[in-house]
């Protein structure tokens, strides 16, 4: 008998669907005051953005080959070059599986991130580090981090729809360590390549995180919309008061 997938966890009570919806909005607004907040350091050159030279020049300092060589490959793992096939692969998996629903919520997560990058960058347009520092190519606007984001977009989303297929508690954790620990040495080695200021990754990850959010609300909130819809289209319709009296 082949294999089938585990079914995953499906439409939660309306009240929890609520809840949870109202938790990711407030996330969502933490996250952006977070976001509004590194962006204006940035313009005025002055908060965490003042420390992005000194964090900047720290790192040059202390490279070797070896680290060299590992964040070029953690870098490339992070790139859309990988992302993309993976994402794409999973949407379709989804949909042949009949689970549009997760194949839109990693829809909107990545493709959310990629274009709130694409025009911040050109709203910003801040410069990259010093091109004498740099052991990596790069191209455009620094901030927000665009590996960054994206990795932290496609590696929550993919794990959260990972763990709606798994029941193993030690496995779930498993893979949200899996997926925070890739999202972090992707940003790492942004700045370890010099191609980015740490504020510029600290962004791109808000960025791809708060699409997480979004996504995984959307994503809850629109079965309970449907059967929000549902209820009232099959509720009886009111009697007529010449129907109630008996009127022909």
């Not at 002055?46 to 490959?73: E, K, Q």
């Not at 994402?87 to 709130?116: C, E, F, K, N, Q």
């Not at 808000?206 to 997480?212: L, M, N, P, T």
């Not at 959307?218 to 010449?242: G, M, V, W, Y």
């Amino acid at each position: 008998m082949p294999l089938m997938p585990a079914p995953y966890d499906q439409r939660p009570a309306p009240s929890g669907t609520r809840r949870r919806v109202a938790l990711a909005a407030l996330g969502i607004a933490a996250l952006g005051l977070a976001f509004a907040a590194i962006l204006d350091a940035v313009r005025e050159g002055d908060g965490i953005a003042a420390f992005d030279p000194r964090i900047h020049r720290w790192v040059v300092d202390h490279r070797s080959a070896n680290l060299d060589h590992f964040f070029r490959g953690v870098t490339w793992a992070g790139s859309m070059t990988v992302l993309l096939p993976v994402i794409l692969g999973t949407i379709a998996w989804l949909l042949w599986r009949r689970h549009p629903d997760l194949a839109l919520a990693v829809a909107i997560a990545t493709g959310g991130s990629l274009l709130t990058v694409a025009i911040m960058k050109a709203v910003v347009g801040r410069s990259r580090p010093p091109v004498a520092d740099r052991i990596a190519n790069a191209y455009g606007a620094a901030f927000p981090s665009g590996h960054s984001a994206n990795v932290v977009a496609a590696c929550g989303i993919l794990a959260w729809v990972a763990t709606r297929f798994v029941h193993r508690t030690w496995l779930r954790v498993v893979i949200w360590v899996a997926a925070v620990l890739t999202a972090l040495l992707v940003g790492v080695s942004r700045v370890y390549l010099g191609v980015h200021w740490p504020s510029d990754v600290l962004s791109g990850w808000i960025v791809g995180a708060a699409w997480v959010v979004a996504a995984i609300a959307i994503t809850e909130l629109i079965p309970a919309l449907d059967d929000r819809r549902r209820t009232r289209r099959d509720a009886p319709r009111a009697t007529r008061p010449d129907q109630a009296s008996g009127e022909m």
